[in-house]
């Protein structure tokens, strides 16, 4: 299983930035698919999944109305559309999978590498 994230870099506050996971050896389909991150000397957390169907999504309370998470079955590729990003979301951003028809994240079965996502004020 791979899943490669891409996007990261250096963004100004205010402005956008679009994060992409492209995924490999599972059945993207039929996978809940999300993002998490972890800043500097911070525990890593949760960011926005997507249910397997696409119809269900759920997100970190600060990031709600500002990040969008979508998926294109297609291209087996999970996006993250960073809209307004505020310095506080500087941090490695993760793309994860969990396999199973499910709304929501139960236990992530696999991480990608991440990618880095620094905010300037």
């Known amino acids: 299983v791979q899943l490669q994230a891409s996007g990261g870099g250096l963004v100004q506050a205010g402005g956008s930035l679009r994060l992409s996971c492209a995924a490999s050896?599972?059945?993207?389909?039929?996978?809940?698919m999300g993002w998490f991150r972890q800043a500097p000397g911070k525990e890593r957390e949760f960011v926005a999944s997507?249910?397997?169907?696409?119809?269900?999504?759920s997100y970190k309370d600060s990031v709600l109305g500002r990040f969008t998470i979508s998926k294109d079955n297609a291209k087996n590729t999970v996006y993250l559309q960073m809209s307004s990003p505020k310095p506080e979301d500087t941090a490695v951003y993760y793309c994860?999978?969990?396999?199973?028809?499910?709304?929501?994240?139960?236990?992530?079965?696999?991480w990608g590498q991440g990618t880095l996502v620094t905010v300037s004020s």
């Open positions: 994860a999978a969990e396999s199973g028809v499910a709304v929501r994240f139960g236990s992530v079965d696999y």
């Open positions: 050896g599972i059945t993207f389909r039929r996978s809940v």
């Open positions: 997507i249910s397997w169907s696409g119809s269900s999504t």
